[in-house]
């Protein structure tokens, strides 16, 4: 099984609203991902947490703020968004994180939610 | 700053022939490669990985990587149409300062497969 789930799968916000996007997985993998993706553009990688730690973030504007509250779960809270934030926001996770190994570094996404900040 | 390339696109090929994705990169550190295919409005959907230099095969479809080049390929055999999507070439590398992986993508090449 390399199921990562998300909710919701569609979220409409305004721009002095705060809501949370939700990432899970079961599969015992220990770094989790989140990325924007804009339209006809590559993912773009926010956040990373390595065994439930913030390891890497790419200079994501505050109103954006990741959450690891166990090894399963993931979450992005969103507060404050500009309509420019409207995108897929994906979730990965990868079993061990670590860019030297082989196979154990295979990342694997979930269906995303797809953001629209009005 | 590390790169992936791939090759422009748009590609349209008709039924039933060879598509042909091309990557390079410019980490020679990386160790691990892999192509995701995503239609329109999804997520990235893995389809092939691969980690040694030479091919690998997983039913219509064969990976190749040349470490020495710096390149990795995707050939999609008989293509159907189910196939059009866009596909994104990925390379993992440690980022900086670390041994954490980190996906790099390439732009993506968008395929036709045309009846």
């Known amino acids: 099984d390399t199921e990562v789930t998300q909710t919701p799968k569609h979220l409409v916000m305004g721009m002095t609203n705060k809501k949370s996007l939700k990432c899970e997985q079961h599969m015992g993998h220990r770094a989790m991902y989140w990325y924007k993706q804009k339209a006809k553009k590559p993912p773009e990688l926010m956040f990373v947490y390595s065994y439930e730690k913030l390891s890497i973030n790419e200079s994501v504007p505050s109103r954006f703020s990741p959450e690891c509250p166990n090894s399963s779960l993931l979450n992005l809270h969103l507060h404050a968004l500009q309509p420019e934030d409207s995108a897929l926001y994906l979730c990965?996770?990868?079993?061990?994180?670590?860019?030297?190994?082989?196979?154990?570094?295979?990342?694997?996404f979930g269906p995303g939610t797809r953001l629209t900040v009005l | 700053q590390k790169e992936v390339e791939q090759n422009s696109g748009p590609l349209s090929v008709p039924e039933g022939a060879i598509a042909s994705l091309n990557c390079t990169y410019s980490d020679r550190v990386s160790q691990s490669f892999f192509w995701y295919r995503q239609y329109s409005g999804k997520s990235p959907e893995l389809i092939m990985s691969i980690y040694s230099n030479g091919d690998k095969e997983d039913g219509r479809f064969t990976a190749q990587l040349n470490k020495a080049s710096q390149y990795v390929s995707l050939l999609i055999r008989d293509s159907q149409p189910s196939d059009s999507a866009t596909y994104l070439c990925?390379?993992?590398?440690?980022?900086?300062?670390?041994?954490?992986?980190?996906?790099?993508f390439g732009r993506g090449t968008q395929l036709t497969v045309w009846p």
């Open positions: 990965a996770s990868t079993l061990m994180g670590n860019g030297l190994l082989g196979s154990t570094d295979t990342q694997y």
């Open positions: 990925a390379v993992n590398s440690p980022d900086r300062g670390s041994t954490l992986g980190r996906l790099y």
